[in-house]
Every structure is written in C-alpha cells, then in structure tokens.
C-alpha cells in the first residue's frame, strides 16, 4: 500500500509528503493524523475512534434542526449539513467528522426521484426494473449534481480548521443499485436478484453507469477536501460469495481505486460481509470495514495483513447501562491486538435511542485504553 | 456419530436397526430412506430433495384451506394441520413431509398469548423484561401443552403409510427467547441482547426454562411418530460469534444430544451462520442446514466430515424464470460434491410468489441429475 500523498489539495495540519514517514513528529498526532495514520496502518498515539451514523438522531441539537427541516432539506443545504456534521466532533471529540448525507442522494441527478417516508425509510420511483429504465439514467457533473454535498464539504474543511480530518462518502453501487431496483428498502432483494441473474447485460449496464458516476462524486469530494472516503455496501451481505465476486466486486473495486488514486486512503465497509470477507478486503482499499459479527482477532487472520480494519462494537450494545458496556468495549480493543492498523468504530450505525453520554464514555474509553 | 435406531416406534418401511447397514437393500430405497439415510450420510441412489415453507401460501391448495382459516386455526386442528403438511407431497413428491406448525406454538403453554397480525408477522404478548416475566414461565407437559401438534402428527404418519418420512420441528432457543423477549420480529434484537449481556443469569434462566421444554415436545414428537428433527434457529445469524458461544450453543447442543438419544436424526439449521459455521456445526446434529450465503464446497470443508449438510439455493431464485434457474440449481448439486450427505433444500423458507411448477421443475432436476 505504502504512502500516498492526501490529495491535491494537501490539509493544512499534514506535513508535505516529502517530509517522509520518519520526519513525521509525534508532534503532528493531532487527532487528524491519528485517523489517516491508522487507515495506513502506520503507528499511531492512541487508537482513533469515530462512529457511522456520529451525527443523527441521538443527538438533541440534530432532533432540534431536524424539527424544522426534512432530511433531504438537511443534505441539500452546505450550512446545515456543516453543521449537522459538525455536531458530534464538537460535542464528543471524535477523531474523524464523517460529511452528513445520505447514500441515496446520487440517484436524483441520474433522473430518479428520491423521498423519505416516516416509518417506511426512502422511496425511489420509478423502480428500475427494464432496459429502457437503465437506459434513461443519466451521468453527470459532480459539481451540478450533487454540488450542495461538495458545498458542504469545503464548509465543514473550513469550519474544522485541519484540526479533525473529514471523511466523505458514497453507497456502493450494489446497495444503491438494489435501492434503485426495489424502489425502497427490501427484505429479500428480489428485484435486484431477478436482474443480476435474469438479465446480467442489463446489470452489468446499471452498475456501469452507477459505478462511473459514484467514481467521479468521490472523486469530486476528495477535490472538495475530503480527506479519506468511506464506500458504504450496507446490504451486501445478503449475496452469496459467488453472487458478490461475480455482479458486484469488479465494480466496487474500480471505484476504490479511481478514488485511491487521488491519494487518500479509502474504507470499505458492508455488514455481513464475513461469509466472504476475504473476497470483500481483496475487493481494495486501505482499511476494511467490518460489522459486528467476526471477533476482530478472527477478521484479522482474513483480512491481508496491508489493510487496517474498523470496527466491530454491536451498535445495540451502546443501549447497555455502561458498567455492562464497559468490558464489551475492552474486548474489542484486546482482540485488535494493539493500536497499529485499528480504527474503533461500530459493526453498523448508532441506533438513534443512544445516550449521548454513552458515546461520550467509549471515545474517552478507547483513548485511555489505547495510549 | 454412527447409526442409530429410529425412534422408540420404528416406522413401518424401515428396516429394523438389527439388519445393520450392510443389510439395507437397494429396494429400501423408498424415498423415505433416501432423506434418512442422506441425514446419516449413508449412500442413496439420489439426491433427496425438500423445501423448507414447502407447505405454504405459494400453493393455491394451501391458500383455500387459509382463506377459511386462521394459521393458528389451521395448527390447532390435527386434521387441517395434517392436510397442509401433505400437500406439498402429493403434489410434487418430496422426499420427505415436515410438519405443518409454528416455532411460536410453544409460547403459548408457557403462558404468553401469541397471534398473527397481517402485514406484522406474530406478536406475543406480554413482551418477557423482567425477572418476574421470566419466573412465571411454565413448564409444561407436552400431550397437555401441544397436544394438537402430536395428534397432527399421528395423523399424517398415517396418511402418509410409509411413504414419505416426516420430519418434525421446534425453533431453537434463541430464536424463540428473541420473539418472547422483543414481543415480535426485530430489526436488531436489542432487548434481546440487552437481557443478554446485561442480565446473563436472567437469560439462562429464559434459555434453560425454553430449552428444557423445547426438549421435551421435540421428544414427544418422536413419540408421536417424527422420523426426523429439524431445529430452527432461523435469527441466529444476528449474533456475534462469541454471543453465539456463550450465550446460545449450550442450550441448542442440549436439546439436540437429548432428541438424538431418542434415535432420530437432528437437523440443525440457521440463517446467517457462515461467520461461525463451524462453532454452529459442532454444535450438534447429523445434519447442518446452511443458507445460500457459502458455497456448499467451502461450507463442506468447515463442517465435520461425520455430519450432512442440507441446502443451500436462495429462495428468491425460485423466482427467476426456470431456463435461468436451471444452472443455479446444478451448481449447488455440483458444488455438494456427490450424493452422500447432501440434502437439496433451500437456503431459507419457500417465498410465498413462487410458481408451483417450479417447485415441481427442481424436485425433477434434483432427483435427475443425481441418479
């Protein structure tokens, strides 16, 4: 993997690449450096930790924004995606901002329409489900369609002052595509199956078009100042590895790496991805994202040994009183044997009846155990 | 693991144990022997082949007797129960029946009330919180408990004369403890986990009281006249692989060395078990039913030689129109590597829009291209 510089537009706390790995001076572990040394796998202070879903309802000052506006109404509009975004780091510390949006934006400027219902999460309509439904999708500019998230990321850059590196990111093409085919959130995947197998051509077509522009908004976020990218494949765990390794691995690892190719270090993650987790690391990126389910000592054996791994805490366990919380913390820190390569995180998303005070505690947690 | 005799009352087109292996002739090759014997992992002229959900709503037989009658109705009446279990058979010739009932039935002789809502799945009232909830669990006998559960039993043993094996069921302790403790399906089994990690002596209290009785009926179903056992842990695969061996491997390995001492063959199956197959597999059973997630040849190589394996095709494929479906279902055969030890059967339950003739199309192919 090796060193790569961050970017074109190189963050202002990072020392020029040229300083070389061995000028890089404790000095420099501001809580940044800490998170993209890890991606890197390079030796760190302390163990960085931040949390998908960081910025979201468990929070009162985003249930207080979200009060008064829609969450489409949130992404649309750099202020209040800065700040939303900005929320838990200022509040809790983490070692990474994560850009608040949403996976689904990308599918409004290839022509569909996208909505959130209460209680029913995103609708997408139409449906793809014919050849002339994938042939009306559009490519397009980053800068025109989705110019209110790349708004925001030079916002958020800003407002963090290069103290906490910002992540970007965007749904892997087989989750987006399956969203796309079910027209919402989907139990069995049917649709989306019927396509892969019943018509491959017509698949290969929609995650084509999904791919290059997925490619092309990461890569205008890095160019916005994102500092790492994470590719979220939520629900891929509900393939088969054969099914993964044949409809959905080529396009996820050309997107990775067009995106590392711009210099920053990419994370792919996706739950229930253990049955073929060896497949889903050899898929690329810099670090692997795992849920809850494999002990981390056991993904570590799986995961080639350049890659850095994140995660595994059960999002649910953060709904335990603390004392019960605490050593299922301690067990996630022991078996990542040692904070070289290991960013903290969740298996998947805080559950939004979350207590604060309980983020709170494990970031504090994870930074005392590990320094 | 050996042979066994099956069950106090041998069935009639068995031949008794003493005949020993090498005795069993060519013409015993009913189709009942074929599953039985593949549960051994015993040779058979074919593969044996049966769907789980192969009594159900994607049959217009089913869906009549449905229309006057409630699911509950329909499992509290033996002769209903009994006429849906046969249907599947006479009309496309499993290998073996299994019994038309719910993993839910048990809840209700241990004093919670359980019904179905449309739309909602099963909802089981009170939800069990507290140690109060947990101590006023009964244990309970299961002539009284599930009395029409046995007596379907009897029944379809009868009609069935011989012909056709049937396999009895319950669902395993954790995932009947998840519904008890969540009051319905859950998104991430967060009481559940909660009463887990937070309240560990409160859950093997819940886990023994359950399993000691999901022993008991399961045996009296071999006493009824079940041939074989099939143990559901259907939501298992939501937990971690340390969750699952602390807190649910005991109690399932229990039941299935006491039903297995009764001389029947035990399937043990989940969804979602790769992450742990093989802490799931030796967990006991003759046979492991894995869902469509591995590849039968990389799940043959983690599960112990002694046991079978049954599965593994994704239901949603029997969706897909059959010149698609054809090569899906000749992969799993050639992936299972040869007849011996290898039930076909899905990966999970019959999705209620598939086409009967397909049901009847795979049945054929199976039993084809394996003699």
């Keep these: 993997m090796g060193v790569r510089a961050f970017g074109n537009r190189t963050p202002s706390f990072l020392p020029h690449r040229s300083h070389g790995?061995?000028?890089?001076?404790?000095?420099?572990?501001?809580?940044?450096?800490?998170?993209?040394?890890?991606?890197?796998?390079?030796?760190?202070?302390?163990?960085?930790?931040?949390?998908?879903r960081q910025a979201g309802r468990y929070m009162a000052e985003y249930r207080k924004l979200r009060a008064k506006h829609t969450i489409l109404q949130l992404c649309d509009t750099p202020e209040a995606a800065a700040e939303v975004t900005l929320q838990p780091i200022r509040a809790f510390g983490m070692d990474a901002a994560i850009l608040f949006a949403d996976i689904l934006l990308i599918v409004r400027p290839m022509g569909l329409k996208l909505k959130f219902v209460a209680g029913e999460g995103p609708v997408i309509s139409p449906p793809l489900r014919t050849a002339r439904?994938?042939?009306?999708?559009?490519?397009?500019?980053?800068?025109?369609?989705?110019?209110?998230?790349?708004?925001?990321?030079?916002?958020?850059?800003?407002?963090?002052?290069?103290?906490?590196?910002?992540?970007?990111?965007?749904g892997a093409p087989f989750t987006v595509a399956s969203y796309m085919i079910e027209g919402g959130p989907s139990k069995d995947y049917r649709n989306t199956k019927a396509m892969m197998h019943g018509a491959p051509k017509l698949w290969k077509k929609l995650m084509t078009v999904l791919s290059d522009n997925t490619a092309d908004y990461l890569k205008a976020q890095v160019d916005a100042g994102a500092q790492a990218i994470q590719l979220f494949d939520s629900w891929v765990g509900a393939l088969s590895q054969t099914d993964f390794e044949k409809y959905v691995k080529p396009y996820s690892a050309k997107i990775i790496k067009a995106v590392q190719r711009k210099g920053v270090p990419v994370i792919h993650f996706g739950t229930g991805t253990t049955p073929f987790l060896k497949s889903f690391a050899d898929t690329g990126g810099d670090v692997v994202g795992v849920d809850w389910r494999p002990p981390l000592d056991v993904a570590r054996k799986i995961i080639p040994a350049k890659q850095a791994i994140q995660g595994n805490l059960d999002p649910v366990h953060l709904l335990l009183p603390r004392p019960t919380l605490k050593p299922l913390v301690r067990d996630v820190i022991r078996r990542a044997e040692g904070k070289r390569g290991h960013i903290f995180n969740l298996g998947h998303g805080i559950i939004k009846e979350t207590d604060p005070e309980t983020v709170r505690a494990v970031v504090d947690w994870v930074h005392d155990w590990t320094s």
């Design 21 to 52: 790995v061995g000028g890089w001076q404790k000095c420099y572990y501001a809580k940044g450096m800490r998170f993209l040394d890890a991606c890197l796998r390079k030796k760190v202070d302390t163990t960085p930790v931040w949390f998908m």
């Design 133 to 170: 439904d994938v042939a009306r999708l559009r490519r397009f500019h980053p800068e025109e369609g989705m110019g209110a998230v790349l708004g925001a990321i030079r916002l958020i850059r800003k407002e963090l002052d290069g103290k906490t590196p910002l992540i970007g990111f965007a």
